[in-house]
């Protein structure tokens, strides 16, 4: 899948596969929906480093748990 161009369908993507990479129990918090399309260069970005990086320590997934929230629309 190529993930360089900003579209809905890898938008979903990409917090469906950080929503399982992290063990986001509350799904909520990544409903593509409540994500801006515009943002999407700064999601890729945040993904790619979570994707590099592979398992996070609690802390920082709750730092990037934390990032994400900046970038959401609601």
């Known amino acids: 899948m190529n993930l360089e161009q900003p579209t809905e369908e890898n938008l979903k993507y990409i917090l469906e ?11 909520s918090l990544m ?11 700064e999601l890729k970005m945040m993904y790619d480093m979570i994707k590099q990086k592979g398992q996070l320590s609690a ?14 629309k609601v």
């Open 17 to 27: 596969d950080l929503t399982e990479r992290l063990g986001v129990v509350n799904r």
């Open 59 to 72: 802390p920082e997934t709750q730092a990037f748990i934390s990032e994400l929230r900046s970038v959401r």
């Open 31 to 41: 409903d593509h929906e409540d994500y801006d399309l515009d943002k999407y260069d």
